[in-house]
């Protein structure tokens, strides 16, 4: 059978299972590397070279990077921060947030900034007495627009940069995405506070994150830790590194029947147990043996307290990684990954060293200066994102090789042609809009980047401003939930339905489709 034909056949089915969501889609990138190898259409080495790609390596230790400041409290102590100073007007708290999320995603991802934003923004809005579908909804539109502002907003970014060192002429600047990406984020603003009270729905959500900001203090307030001397109280420490948490004893753990007391150590000898309580009621004896159901008050450094209520013999009340990245605040390891941050994003900016090697070494400074333990950076690094970005690497070399994507490209050429350069941008940019509110953004980028080369080789132009206007309308995920995680991530919380999206997302779509289209090719010429 034709290469080519293969080629769309394989795409075909990766589409259709990524829309559907009953295959992981994990699963579906991995069963599109093997299947462009079981078919001959590439080698082995070639099926499996997207593992090892530079730009996967890249993306795997940026989600390290970003779990060094959300770990310590620093995206955390920012939300306070635009808490505090948005006070009770609807107008500035929508400005602040959207703002600061922008930023924040420039240099931390979409996911990151959202997931780390979300509670804070729940509770502001519950407490200036707003609905908080009304601000949760543009506080995810907004971190697409600020994954424009830099290489590291977005995985895409660095994807396309990619193509372009190998296609157009050179990677795309640390910071050259912001020329489109200041106005976006200007545009989407604007936009949120001028449509928000008529496009946004105002219902009770289904799922609200908790506020976790005074956590331990209200924990020690439950119990009699926070006595004075004379009553019996307890030398409490809570600080940037330390804190506490709550686990309950579940059947068959081999606490039961165990003999504590306040101020003994646990069994692994890194905890403190500070309380004990049974059915409400905290033991003021002594000595108590462990019971079923009894709930145990422990002390000591947040990682110890992550690691420790981690298996069978408890369940933990509140996780100590969501209870510390609201509550503790900024220490000694805030400020390292701080600077470690700010290192990164100056070889980044300088193009002193590749951007992989860049990102290796701010995570590999994350580890060794203890901001986040190796198991953590593990744990931090979304697997789904760069499985599949390493799966669907050889699709894009499959249309190269195979010439699917000039045969794409020639058709796109043949069709808007005639109309020049500029329809046949706006014809890929309705391409990359149509699937990325289908399929993943990522895969996406994949699919089409080889389609917009090829058609700018056809007419003879560059493709850089094909290249930057697709990763423009890339982000433009705004039509349905599906689209990417952080949309999902405000579903429940805002109580969104699947039709709100598409209602408060067009206008935004439609700016996004006018700056890659009519913006880029002034800033990037053909």
Known sequence: MDPVVVTFVILGVAVAAFMTSRIPVAVTAVGVALAL?????????????????????????????????????????????VAARGGSNRRRVLVLVMVLVALLTALISVNGAVAALLPMTVVVAVRIGLPPSQLLLP?????????????????????????????????????????????????????????????????????????????????LGDYSVLADADGGGRAVTIDAENGVAEVLVPPRSELVGMRVFPGMTTPSGKLVILAVSRNG???????????????????????????????????????????????????????????????MVLLLATGLVPPVVAGLVA?????????????????AISWTTVILVAGMIPMSTAFTTTGAAELVGSTLVDLAGPGGPLAVLFVVCLLVVVLGQLISNMATALIVAPIAISAAVELGVSARPFLMALTVVAAAAFLTPIATPVNLMVMGPGGYRFGDYARFGWPFTLLFLVVGVLLVPLVWPF
């Open 37 to 81: 190898w079981a078919t001959g259409i590439l080698t082995l080495e070639q099926s499996l070279a997207g593992f090892a790609d530079p730009t996967v390596i890249f993306i795997a230790a940026l989600f390290v990077v970003s779990e060094g400041l959300d770990a310590t409290g620093v995206t955390a102590r920012l939300g306070r921060i």
């Open 139 to 219: 506080l995810a539109f907004a971190a697409h627009a600020g994954s424009m502002l830099a290489l590291t907003g977005t995985p895409v970014n660095v994807i396309v940069s990619e193509f372009a060192a190998e296609s157009a002429g050179g990677p795309f600047g640390f910071f050259e995405f912001a020329i489109v990406g200041v106005p976006l984020v200007i545009g989407t603003v604007l936009l949120a506070m001028l449509l928000g009270d008529r496009m946004l729905p105002a219902r009770s959500a289904a799922t609200v994150p908790r506020d976790l900001s005074d956590h331990a203090c209200t924990l």
């Open 281 to 343: 009621r905290e033991l003021t004896s002594p000595e108590a043996d462990v019971e079923v159901g009894d709930v145990l008050l422990l002390q000591g450094t947040w990682d110890d307290l992550e690691e420790n209520t981690a298996g069978d013999d408890v369940r933990v009340v509140d996780a100590p990684a969501a209870v510390r990245g609201q509550a503790a605040p900024i220490g000694r390891r805030g400020v390292v990954a701080i600077v470690v941050l700010a290192a």
């Open 363 to 379: 995570a590999g400074a994350m580890i060794l200066t203890g901001v986040v333990s190796l198991g953590r950076a593990y744990r």
